[in-house]
């Protein structure tokens, strides 16, 4: 079955970076769009930033654009997110989440999420 399993979540200071990965099994990972969602403890979930199959164009949110760097490694079956300047309101869980076609869109498994904490 499909699995998606977050890793490189923790505890960074205020303009501080983090890598998250998604590991990715029980499908073709190569053949779909991927991308990331946050949710803030009582908030709801925030799309975050988009990729197509092979990488060749993603999206942001106007709120990340310039300092997050979604990839992907399809020998690897494993999404990132490269997080830079990071911001104490942007301490969230951050789930990957598989979508059901080649781009960013309409997403049919998440995976459990990893928790980011900005604080000083």
């Known amino acids: 079955q499909v699995q998606l399993v977050e890793s490189g979540g923790g505890l960074v200071q205020p303009g501080g970076s983090l890598r998250l990965s998604c590991a990715a099994s029980?499908?073709?990972?190569?053949?779909?769009?991927m991308g990331w969602v946050r949710q803030a403890p009582g908030k709801g979930l925030e799309w975050v930033s988009g990729?197509?199959?092979?990488?060749?164009?993603?999206s942001y949110a106007d709120s990340v654009k310039g300092r997050f760097t979604i990839s992907r490694d399809d020998a690897k079956n494993t999404l990132y997110l490269q997080m830079n300047s990071l911001q104490s309101e942007e301490s969230a869980v951050y789930y990957c989440?598989?979508?059901?076609?080649?781009?960013?869109?309409?997403?049919?498994?998440w995976g459990q999420g990893t928790q980011v904490t900005v604080s000083s």
């Open positions: 029980g499908f073709t990972f190569s053949s779909n769009g």
């Open positions: 989440a598989k979508a059901r076609g080649t781009w960013w869109e309409n997403y049919d498994y």
């Open positions: 990729i197509n199959t092979g990488g060749g164009s993603t």
